[in-house]
Each structure stands twice: as structure tokens, then as C-alpha cells.
T-cell receptor, first 115, second 112 residues
């Protein structure tokens, strides 16, 4: 079974631009969560989508948004990029939502550098 | 999530069993122990989880003490590719509204 895929793997943007990252979950998984990982802050939860609806949201500004499509694929968008948005953005998929088994399977991440 | 404590680093010889401890003395009765690892520059990888009983899968074994205050992740025959940061998490099954949170974990270095 194919794992979680994320595109692109690397991205360089300048301040003020916007970016869209894509995630394809494991086949059959309906939940997709997004995380930001930096050396200073560690792993931070952005949001979770299940059945095309955002179910949970972390403590990030409104510049960070996402969506999920009917095939469970998900995208996240960051508008008006800031230098501090440079990070590894991870997508994780799981079969169920919250009440069910919560092993999450992570993709390789998208390394975003903002200059 | 209950607080977990892990040693910051450990070494293990290749081919030997790597035993990674985790202390979770404030764990509640319905919180599971989860283990993930992250190899440098890759996404985290789920390893195993358990509630009370010992668990084993193709990657590792999880031994949870009877009082559930601590656990040990065992990699039976460590290879160089097992060098990674290992994270122990105590969490309700199904998680919560805030996603996973990793502490600093244990940096396991497998020596040739």
C-alpha cells in the first residue's frame, strides 16, 4: 500500500508570497492532519480534516488555511508568507477520526524556505 | 496528555536489542502509550501503541509495567537505519482536539 505523499518536497518563496502544499493520504484513510515542525518549536498541530470538513484547528493565524477534497486529498495554503514560516510541513493520515484508533502515518514533508 | 520523560540520548551496538525507556507516572487509566520515531529529515513514523498488555509488531515490542507508570520500547535487532529520535506519548485513543505533540524524545544512535 502506498504511503502518504506530499508535493512539492522543497520550496523556496519570498516574503509576502503565498504557497499551496498538497497531501495525498494512504488509500482508505479519511483523516488528514497538518503539522509544522521547526527546530525551536518542535511539532505543532495546524488542523485536521475529516470528510472534507475541518474538525480541529491549532493555534495558528488565519493566514494558514486548508481544505480536503472528496477523495481525501488535502491542500494547505499559507498566504502573505513571513520569514518565520520557514519550516518542515508534515501531513499525516489516519483511518478514523479521534474516537477511533489514532495511529497517524506521516508523509515525508515539504521543506519550505521563506527568504 | 500525560507528561512523559525519556533520556535525551542512548547508544546501542548494531545487532543488539535497543531498549528505550519512558516514564509516564501520571498516566490515566484510559490513556494509551504511543511510540513514534523520526529519522533525520524525514516525517515521523508510527511504531506501536498499547494500553495495558505488552504488544509486539513487525517493528518492535512494547512492554508496559503493571502499574502503567513506565514502559520500554524494544527494537530486537537494531540496525544502523534505526538511528533516529524516538518519541513516547501518552494519549487518549482517538487523541484530542490538538493533534500530536512530541517532547524532546530519545536520540538513539546505533553504533556499527
Amino acid at each position: 500500500k502506498a504511503g502518504v505523499t506530499q508535493t512539492p518536497r522543497y520550496l523556496i518563496k519570498t516574503r509576502g508570497q503565498q504557497v499551496t502544499l498538497s497531501c495525498s493520504p494512504i488509500s482508505g484513510h479519511r483523516s488528514v492532519s497538518w503539522y509544522q515542525q521547526t527546530p525551536g518549536q518542535g511539532l505543532q498541530f495546524l488542523f485536521e480534516y475529516f470528510s472534507e470538513t475541518q474538525r480541529n484547528k491549532g493555534n495558528f493565524p488565519g493566514r494558514f488555511s486548508g481544505r480536503q477534497f472528496s477523495n481525501s486529498r488535502s491542500e494547505m495554503n499559507v498566504s502573505t508568507l513571513e520569514l518565520g514560516d520557514s519550516a518542515l510541513y508534515l501531513c499525516a493520515s489516519s483511518w478514523g477520526y479521534r474516537a477511533t484508533s489514532y495511529e497517524q502515518y506521516f508523509g515525508p514533508g515539504t521543506r519550505l524556505t521563506v527568504t | 496528555d500525560a507528561k512523559t520523560t525519556q533520556p535525551p540520548s542512548m547508544d546501542c551496538a548494531e545487532g543488539r536489542a535497543a531498549n528505550l525507556p519512558c516514564n509516564h507516572s501520571t498516566i490515566s487509566g484510559n490513556e494509551y502509550v504511543y511510540w513514534y520515531r523520526q529519522i533525520h529529515s524525514q516525517g515521523p513514523q508510527y511504531i506501536i501503541h498499547g494500553l495495558k498488555n505488552n504488544e509486539t509488531n513487525e517493528m518492535a515490542s512494547l512492554i508496559i509495567t503493571e502499574d502503567r507508570k513506565s514502559s520500554t520500547l524494544i527494537l530486537p535487532h537494531a540496525t544502523l537505519r534505526d538511528t533516529a529520535v524516538y518519541y513516547c506519548i501518552a494519549r487518549l485513543s482517538g487523541g484530542g482536539a490538538d493533534g500530536l505533540t512530541f517532547g524532546k524524545g530519545t536520540h538513539l544512535i546505533i553504533q556499527p
